[in-house]
Each structure stands twice: as C-alpha cells, then as structure tokens.
C-alpha cells in the first residue's frame, strides 16, 4: 500500500544507453513530478504534470522525455545516457499542484548511475 | 529568479543539544515547506508555514516564519540520534515558482 511507488530502485547502465523510470502513485492526487537530486543533495525540478498534462518542464534536456498516461502515472524515459546524468531521481505527487501550497509525497527513489 | 538559501550547510551536534537551521529567500513567499531526509531516504513533508510571523511546535521541533515572509527557521531541541539526516525548506513565491533549499545536513553524536 505504498503510496508513491517508483521503480527500479537502482539502475546501473553505460553511457548512450535509453533507460526508463516507472512511477505510480494511489493517493488520488492531481499532481505528479519528476525531481534530480546531484551527489551534492540539491533537489531540482525537472517535470511537472497536473492531470495527464505537463505544467512545468524545466530546462532539461530534450533527452528526457516524462510521459503521463494517466494521472496515477508519471514516468520518464532518458535517451542516450550520460555520465552527468548519475543521480536519484525522485517521482513525487501532490493534492493540487505545488503553487497552491499541497505538500510533495516523495517516492523512494531511483539510483541512476552511468558508467 | 527566486533563490532559497539554508545555513549552515552541515551541523554536527552531540546529543541532547540544540539545532537550529535558517532559510531565507530572496523574494517574498506565499509559503513555505520543511521536510526531512533520512540518509538515504526520501523527503517527507513536516510541516507548511503560511501566515506572518506563524510559529508551529511538533514535540521538540519548532518553526517560525519571518514577518517579512522571507525567511524561515527550524529549532530542534535536544536533538535524538533519531534527528539526523537532510533538513530542507522549499519556498513558494505566488505561484511564479517553487523552490527547495539546498539543505542542512545534521548528524548527531551519541
């Protein structure tokens, strides 16, 4: 009954890679996100979406592309890994979208390291 | 744009003392939200800080918002190993935009 539930856990791939990252949440909320968070702990915002649509898209490169087929799923697909790309990605969700001030349930996160 | 700083960076503290981490924004905030990561864990949400000058207790944590909106700090008192990991403030600015700090790590010596 996990309410935020991403997976892989971790996920160990080379460099030109594409690589996926599922995430699925039961709380009924609108609002779901895609956050990095570097070696160095900051947590960026990559992607936002409310109800299937994208509300946020931060500079990102185009290599990673989130994709919500429902609004219990978000999930992000990176083509052609790079090095730079290692980091925890975090998929979190919220009531109505960050800017009305609904706290972020986080999900385990996904440990992406590219060799 | 919007930027949100937290001192100190990293605290280390014996147990049973105090720890306090500040935030502060360089634009005013509608809201503002505390959350904890455990080491390797993920955030989870403490608390959310709305009007003025609000000041919230939850056993030994206290949080206070400035009256200017702009900053914002986290009080632990006589800290429990059961404290330690990444404290983080995340500051909306009216909806323009939604911003974490980068955090104050803490560790807590038995």
């Known amino acids: 009954d996990t309410a935020v539930s991403q997976t892989p856990k971790y996920l160990v791939t080379q460099m030109g890679n594409d690589k996926s990252i599922k995430c699925e949440q039961n709380?009924?909320?609108?609002?779901m996100y895609w956050y990095k968070q570097d070696s160095k702990k900051f947590l960026k915002i990559m992607f936002s979406y409310n109800n299937k649509e994208l509300i946020i898209n931060e500079t990102v490169p185009n290599r990673f592309s989130p994709k919500s087929p429902d609004k219990a799923h978000l999930n992000l697909h990176i083509n052609s890994l790079e090095l730079g790309d290692s980091a925890v990605y975090f998929c979190?969700?919220?009531?109505?979208?960050?800017?009305?001030?609904?706290?972020?349930?986080f999900g385990n996160g996904t440990r992406l390291t590219v060799t | 744009g919007q930027q949100v700083m937290q001192i100190p960076q990293y605290q280390h503290v014996q147990e049973g003392e105090d720890f306090t981490t500040y935030c502060n924004s360089s634009?005013?905030?509608?809201?503002i939200q505390w959350y904890k990561q455990r080491p390797g864990g993920h955030p989870v949400f403490l608390i959310q800080?709305?009007?003025?000058?609000e000041v919230k207790k939850q056993k030994r944590l206290t949080f206070q918002f400035g009256e200017a909106k702009k900053n914002s700090s986290l009080h632990i008192t006589a800290t429990q190993t059961t404290d330690v990991g990444t404290y983080f403030c995340?500051?909306?600015?009216?909806?323009?935009?939604?911003?974490f700090g980068p955090g104050t790590r803490l560790s807590v010596l038995p």
């Open positions: 979190a969700s919220s009531q109505g979208g960050q800017f009305r001030g609904s706290p972020l349930h």
């Open positions: 800080l709305v009007k003025s000058g």
């Open positions: 709380l009924g909320h609108d609002t």
């Open positions: 634009t005013t905030l509608s809201n």
């Open positions: 995340a500051g909306d600015n009216y909806g323009q935009n939604f911003v």
